[in-house]
């Protein structure tokens, strides 16, 4: 399953399913994953993903603004979590709303 990896904050990493492509350079095997920490790291990743989205959409909104940001994550056979290409492509549908 390609996936790439990217960083969301200084200490923040997280991997994000891809179609295959020659375009970008993509990871095709999880290394270092562990599956029983599998459920453990898809909380980690949505609230990581929730805090970065809501310190961001709050310094942007208008005032009385809301947002919403919907995604799906995913985990493969070798315990790696990532967010899915689609939010109907995940095994956990994640819903983030921001502001009023």
Do not use: W, Y
Not at 26 to 34: H, P, T
Not at 90 to 96: D, E, K, N, R, S
């Amino acid at each position: 399953m390609p996936f790439f990896e990217t960083t969301i904050a200084e200490d923040i990493t997280i991997l994000i399913d891809s179609m295959s492509s020659g375009a970008f350079a993509k990871n095709e095997v999880s290394s270092g994953m562990n599956p029983d920490k599998a459920f453990e790291n898809l909380v980690i990743i949505a609230s990581n993903i929730a805090k970065g989205f809501g310190d961001g959409m709050n310094a942007r909104l208008p005032l009385g603004g809301s947002a919403e940001l919907h995604f799906a994550v995913k985990c493969d056979p070798s315990g790696a979590v990532m967010v899915a290409t689609s939010p109907n492509d995940g095994q956990f549908a994640v819903t983030i709303r921001v502001g009023a």
